[in-house]
T-cell receptor, first 112, second 114 residues
Framework: DAGVTQSPTHLIKTRGQQVTLRCSPK?????VSWYQQALGQGPQFIFQ???????QRGNFPDRFSGHQFPNYSSELNVNALLLGDSALYLC???????????FGSGTRLTVV | KQEVTQIPAALSVPEGENLVLNCSFTDSAIYNLQWFRQDPGKGLTSLLLIQSSQREQTSGRLNASLDKSSGRSTLYIAASQPGDSATYLC?????????????FGKGTTLSVSS
């Protein structure tokens, strides 16, 4: 049973550029959440998608946007990249029932 | 606003020792409490999930307890091994409603020496 799959694994971008990160949820999961983890910190919630709609959003600027597809996979887009956007981006999937979250291996984004 | 704190931030122990990692939260009205392991530069691996109606969960050498009234959870690791070296994160799930976000502590980095 495949878990949560994220791509790419690593990414280097230049300030001002745009980036798209991808996530495929665990089989049977229909909800996808995105988190940003800076070095030495706990993950911070960006937003959550369910039924192709953004259901909840954390304290992140509008430069961060997302999308969920009919097959439940999701994308995270970040525009006008800043050096401070350098972080590990984690995708987590879950179901409506509160049975916990499954995380992917993350995408390491470096902005130079 | 819910805040999660983990103490200590780092811990070094010799192989074979039993140890306890602590997690405290400011709002006792949480629903689930989940413990994760994170290896350097990697994603999160779920270790134990304590659901609202439960007080503890066990998996192998790991045991996690939850005391909502005191705002605390502990992760007990028995007979530690070098392979246990990692960062351990606890996360509170505030409600049983759809759409809520996990609130994480900063983690405890464990180093087990052989």
């Amino acid at each position: 049973d495949a878990g949560v799959t994220q791509s790419p694994t690593h990414l280097i971008k230049t300030r001002g550029q745009q980036v798209t990160l991808r996530c495929s949820p665990k089989s049977g999961h229909d909800t996808v959440s995105w988190y940003q983890q800076a070095l030495g910190q706990g993950p911070q919630f960006i937003f959550q998608y369910y039924e192709e709609e953004e259901r909840q959003r954390g304290n992140f600027p509008d430069r961060f946007s997302g999308h969920q597809f009919p097959n439940y996979s999701s994308e995270l887009n970040v525009n006008a990249l800043l050096l401070g956007d350098s972080a590990l981006y984690l995708c987590a999937s879950s179901t409506e029932a509160p049975y916990g979250y499954t995380f992917g291996s993350g995408t390491r984004l470096t902005v130079v | 606003k819910q805040e999660v704190t983990q103490i200590p931030a780092a811990l070094s122990v010799p192989e074979g020792e039993n140890l306890v990692l602590n997690c405290s939260f400011t709002d006792s009205a949480i629903y689930n409490l989940q413990w994760f392991r994170q290896d350097p530069g990697k994603g999160l691996t779920s270790l134990l999930l304590i659901q609202s109606s439960q007080r503890e969960q066990t998996s192998g050498r790991l045991n996690a307890s939850l005391d909502k009234s005191s705002g605390r959870s502990t992760l007990y690791i028995a007979a530690s091994q070098p392979g246990d070296s990692a960062t351990y994160l606890c996360a509170a799930d505030p409600t049983n409603q759809a759409g809520t976000a996990l609130i994480f502590g900063k983690g405890t980095t464990l180093s087990v020496s052989s």
